[in-house]
């Protein structure tokens, strides 16, 4: 009787072990294999429709500057003596001659908008790789070394965020001239400390877990242990920086061409499109408001972008 009593509950748990592997079998089932990374990070960006369209709109502006020369009707310094501030109107030939109109010395509005948007990019690329290389790796040494060396560079970091973003750059300019490539300079950096402080915030975070402790422990030296231990984990901040970081550089550049210290004329430039344009502001509406609003879209686009990449990257912000 005791050796049936045995079999019995020997019967009972293999059946309940077999129901508990069904279930768990069913419930991966139901649930799906898991997500690639990629994918996921996808599903979680979309869900902010600002991000999206945001995206969007960059994508747009970039095959617009890429194949500007075949999208722009004119070149951008041409002259048309004939057609001085004209209105968007009709021409003769039953086609949008200058969609946009034109500026004070007749060159077409449309074309100088087109082609402003590949300085603007290039600008907001060249300043974000600038200030972003540089800016890893002070960060990294100021978070992983400490002591002088963080003392050192944050206190110059301190120095640099006490002054007025735009009055930095200006004085940066003044002392190495008007031009595209010394405004660029200063751009990056007026950005640089931002990049600084926080790469050391995420190298001082990642520098206590146990895996780099490991890594030391097995004798990774210095360089290893700060650029392929730490700052692969530190980068999804500085990434959402780096999108945030164009629409600084794009918005600073307009403003030193505002000022007459960025792109010189006849370089077709947001900024400087606005600066030659004040004093037709009454009476040739159009020469300051396309200008102006492609400046507004593209800053925000960025932004929005940005956004989304922080919701998307950030653990906390995931269900």
Same mark, same amino acid.
């Given at each position: ?52 369209? @945001? /995206?969007?709109? $960059? ?63 290039? !600008? ?11 800016? $890893? ?21 301190? $120095? ?10 200006? =004085?940066? !300019? ?12 200063? $751009?990056?950096?007026?950005? /640089? ?7 050391? =915030? =995420? +190298? ?7 895996? !780099? ?5 097995? @004798? ?39 000022? @007459? /210290? ?36 593209? +800053? ?5 972008? @940005?956004?989304?990449?922080?919701? =998307? ?7």
């Amino acid at each position: 009787m005791t050796d049936t009593y045995k079999n019995v509950d020997v019967a009972e748990a293999a059946a309940d072990h077999a129901a508990e592997v069904a279930e768990a079998h069913e419930a991966a089932t139901i649930a799906g294999t898991p997500k690639h990374p990629i994918a996921e990070f996808w599903e979680y960006f979309t869900e902010n429709k600002g991000a999206l369209a @945001g /995206l969007i709109f $960059i994508v747009v502006l970039v095959l617009t500057a890429l194949f500007a020369p075949w999208i722009a009707p004119h070149s951008p310094i041409e002259q048309y003596r004939d057609a001085l501030l004209v209105p968007p109107a009709w021409s003769e030939g039953g086609t949008w001659r200058f969609p946009l109109g034109t500026d004070d010395v007749g060159r077409d509005i449309f074309s100088r908008i087109i082609w402003g948007s590949r300085l603007s990019l290039f !600008v907001g690329v060249i300043v974000v790789t600038l200030s972003l290389g540089a800016g $890893i790796v002070l960060g990294l040494m100021a978070g992983y070394m400490r002591g002088w060396v963080d003392v050192l560079v944050m206190r110059l970091m301190d $120095i640099m965020l006490a002054i007025p973003s735009l009055l930095l750059a200006i =004085a940066v !300019v003044a002392i190495l001239g008007p031009g595209l490539e010394n405004a660029i300079i200063a $751009i990056a950096i007026v950005v /640089l400390p931002h990049y600084v402080r926080l790469t050391r =915030a =995420a +190298v001082i975070t990642e520098s206590s877990k146990d895996y !780099v402790t490991s890594s030391r422990i097995a @004798g990774a030296s210095t360089s290893r242990l700060m650029f392929n231990t730490i700052l692969p984990n530190c980068m999804a901040p500085l990434i959402v920086q780096a999108t945030l970081g164009f629409s600084t550089a794009i918005l600073d550049a307009a403003a030193l061409g505002f000022l @007459g /210290l960025g792109a010189q004329p006849p370089t077709p430039e947001w900024g400087s499109m606005l600066a030659d344009s004040l004093q037709f502001v009454q009476r040739a509406w159009w020469v300051v408001t396309f200008p102006g609003l492609a400046i507004l879209l593209t +800053v925000l686009a960025f932004n929005l972008m @940005g956004d989304g990449l922080r919701d =998307a990257l950030d653990p906390k912000m995931k269900r």
